[in-house]
């Protein structure tokens, strides 16, 4: 079994920063794949950024460039960095592994609100 637990969310300004961490806790060596997705109000789970294999990253195309995804080994975190944040990347933000055995554990999300 794998749990994660997201945190870092809260309330930015335009242009402003945040860094989300997903505490990834378990049977870590079985997760090839960690996903962050978001939800915003009334819309449905959209796939924002993907690390494979710890290495290989993928991200959409509208956090190309502002959005960053990476993994500490030794914390067991993966961190998704938001830079240059706008009011339409408000949303709630869940972290997601997917590995072995059809592993596919999602967190509770972190809500990330992007307001002047």
């Known amino acids: 079994q794998v749990q994660v637990v997201e945190s870092g969310g809260g309330l930015v300004q335009p242009g402003g920063s945040l860094r989300l961490s997903c505490a990834v806790s378990?049977?870590?060596?079985?997760?090839?794949?960690m996903h962050w997705y978001r939800q915003a109000p009334g819309k449905q789970r959209y796939l924002v950024a993907t690390?494979?294999?710890?290495?290989?990253?993928n991200y959409a195309d509208s956090v190309k460039g502002r959005f960053t995804i990476s993994r500490d080994n030794v914390k067991n975190t993966v961190y998704l960095q938001m830079n240059n944040l706008q009011p339409e990347d408000t949303a709630v933000y869940y972290c997601?592994?997917?590995?072995?055995?059809?592993?596919?554990?999602w967190g509770q999300g972190t809500l990330v609100t992007v307001s002047s």
């Open positions: 690390l494979t294999d710890g290495t290989k990253t």
């Open positions: 997601n592994a997917r590995g072995d055995l059809d592993l596919n554990t």
């Open positions: 378990g049977n870590i060596l079985s997760i090839h794949t």
